[in-house]
């Protein structure tokens, strides 16, 4: 019989839930671009905060799911199905 135990897979990746505290809330910012125009960098941490802070206050204001996200993603199931 193998062992349960221990599973590779459950120690891989390890991430915050939150923000660093010293890192300022990030205003929502259109088209994932920084202030400067240019595209928002990763923290030291690999996340983009900016990007972060923008979902979660579209999701707060329900407006994060559309229906045209909802049928392009339909739409790019249908293709790896199909493909």
């Known amino acids: 019989?193998?062992?349960?135990?221990s599973h590779r897979w459950q120690s891989w990746r390890v991430a915050p839930a939150a923000p660093p505290?010293?890192?300022p809330p990030a205003p929502a910012l259109p088209n994932r671009l920084a202030r400067n125009g240019t595209a928002e960098q990763p923290g030291p941490d690999g996340i983009r905060w900016g990007l972060v802070a923008r979902v979660r206050a579209e999701i707060a204001?329900?407006?994060y799911d559309t229906p045209e996200k909802w049928d392009a993603a339909?739409?790019?199931l249908l293709r790896r199905v199909t493909a």
């Open 74 to 76: 339909e739409e790019a």
């Open 1 to 5: 019989m193998r062992n349960p135990g």
């Open 61 to 63: 204001a329900g407006v």
């Open 21 to 23: 505290a010293d890192t």
